[in-house]
């Protein structure tokens, strides 16, 4: 069982995820922006964090940016999920600040699943 950090400023979506991973045994601490995210990150110290490239007071490339700047969470693995990047240079963005996969909403949660479990398995 990890405890991952799932943020999203759509209480639908966060409630999908808690869902799927409370599914296969996994504690989901939910947030709604990205300072409330960054701060329960560095506080709580998840496993994984699933992190919304959209978010309200704070980018979630702004959000990964500093996971990885921070002594405390730069080695705890960001998947990206994002509802789309407009341009590819959005995705190399997120790669250049830290995050560890991409995953597209609407998500497929067996391929949600599968990414969190490889990255958990690495770190």
């Known amino acids: 069982m990890a405890h991952i950090l799932v943020v999203d400023d759509n209480l639908g979506v966060r409630n999908l995820v808690e869902k799927t991973l409370a599914g296969r045994g996994h504690q989901v601490i939910q947030a709604e922006d990205g300072e409330t995210g960054l701060g329960f990150a560095v506080l709580r110290k998840p496993d994984l964090i699933i992190l919304d490239l959209h978010l309200p007071r704070m980018s979630g490339f702004e959000v990964c940016r500093r996971l990885r700047a921070h002594e405390v969470t730069r080695k705890i693995p960001v998947i990206m999920l994002t509802a789309a990047y407009p341009e590819l240079e959005d995705a190399q963005k997120g790669f ?10 609407p998500f497929a949660g067996d391929l949600l699943i599968e990414n969190i479990e490889r990255l958990l398995k690495r770190a």
């Open 96 to 105: 250049d600040v830290g995050a560890d996969e991409y995953v597209i909403k």
